[in-house]
């Protein structure tokens, strides 16, 4: 399916695309690399790369299919440094989170003849690093591919072709639109989570221990979405800044009719709100995007 397929940056993403390419036979050749040394050594002892170079210049050297899997606030720089080594006719695409800014900061160092086709695999976990990735992470999840005007039709199809190789389902989408979809469905909620729990934190007539002890709650749901890799999600908010404070402004003004209603005493605004999420989370499940097990199908097992 690919030649030579360059990975910069192995973390989650990177290293689960790497395991899933291997697994299948989906490219010929799979060369890596990665910021730190540590990081370097690692895929090389778990074999997740037929090759691990030093710079990214030379990871892209003569491949056909080059994926940026670093921080997004990184693809600019990341760019200009391979944007001379790129091969003609290759495909450079990328995994991050927000979609309009990859367009604006990689398609200044993307050399005539190479097609930059931006894409976005929904999935992922609150782990970082080459060890967390696995060749599944991909299975039954969107990838969302954005094109930018003018974009080769075939080198799409391909790209496409690609994440469906890697168990994905697959949509094409504008850049703009992508990013306001996510700031609803993931960017804003991650904000929430990280507010809340900063918000539990700092309290201080209620003591942390007792946060911790009886958190089996809802804080404990947000805790998972808050312990999401810092650098990642702090450059997604730079990254999204427009559509995130969009969706903020609406989330204020419906928290604001919210608490309007706490304080009025007016049962039936919520008891209505609280029977139409209800049904939302009964389509995400039938979606398959989600487990139907009570508890998010934690094992309760006794001892
Ligand atoms: P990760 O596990 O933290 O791995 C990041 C990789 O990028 C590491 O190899 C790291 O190298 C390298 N890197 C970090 N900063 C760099 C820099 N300034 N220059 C060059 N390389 C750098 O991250 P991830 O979770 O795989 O996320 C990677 C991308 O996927 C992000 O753009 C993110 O928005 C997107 N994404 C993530 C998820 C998710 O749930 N995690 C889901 C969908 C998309 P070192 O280890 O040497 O530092």
């Not at 993307?110 to 970082?128: D, F, Q, R």
């Not at 790209?159 to 804003?188: C, N, P, Y």
């Not at 942390?208 to 810092?230: C, H, L, M, N, Y």
Request: hydrophobic share 45%; aromatic share 6%.
């Amino acid at each position: 399916m690919v030649d030579r397929l360059a990975l910069i940056g192995v973390g989650l993403i990177g290293s689960s695309i790497a395991r899933r390419a291997r697994q299948d036979g989906l490219a010929a050749e799979i060369v890596a690399t990665a910021r730190s040394r540590e990081t370097r050594e690692t895929v090389a002892h778990l074999g997740l790369a037929d090759r691990v170079t030093e710079t990214a210049a030379e990871a892209v050297e003569g491949a056909d299919l080059v994926i940026l899997c670093t921080p997004v606030g990184a693809f600019g720089a990341v760019a200009r440094e391979i944007g001379p080594h790129l091969a003609p006719g290759a495909i450079l695409t990328d995994v991050g989170s927000v979609k309009q800014t990859v367009i604006d900061d990689v398609s200044p160092f993307v050399p005539e003849g190479v097609h930059l086709i931006p894409g976005h695999p929904v999935a992922g976990t609150e782990n970082s690093g080459p060890e967390a990735g696995f060749p599944d992470l991909f299975e039954d999840r969107w990838c969302i591919v954005t094109p930018p005007e003018g974009a080769d039709a075939a080198a799409t199809d391909r790209l496409v072709a690609f994440w469906q190789a890697l168990g994905s389902k697959t949509e094409v989408m504008d850049a703009r639109h992508h990013d306001l979809v996510l700031a609803i469905t993931s960017h804003v909620p991650h904000l929430i989570a990280y507010n809340i729990v900063g918000t539990a934190a700092d309290l201080e007539t209620v003591t942390q221990s007792e946060v911790i002890k009886f958190s089996a709650g809802g804080f404990r749901d947000f805790t998972r979405i808050a312990a999401s890799d810092p650098t990642m999600w702090r450059d997604i908010f730079l990254n999204n800044k427009d559509a995130v404070l969009e969706m903020l402004g609406r989330f204020t003004e419906d928290l604001t009719a919210l608490q309007r209603a706490i304080r009025w005493g007016d049962g039936d605004t919520l008891f209505n709100l609280f029977t139409r999420t209800r049904a939302i989370r009964r389509e995400v499940i039938d979606a398959g995007q989600e487990t139907p097990a009570p508890d998010f199908g934690r094992p309760h097992g006794k001892g």
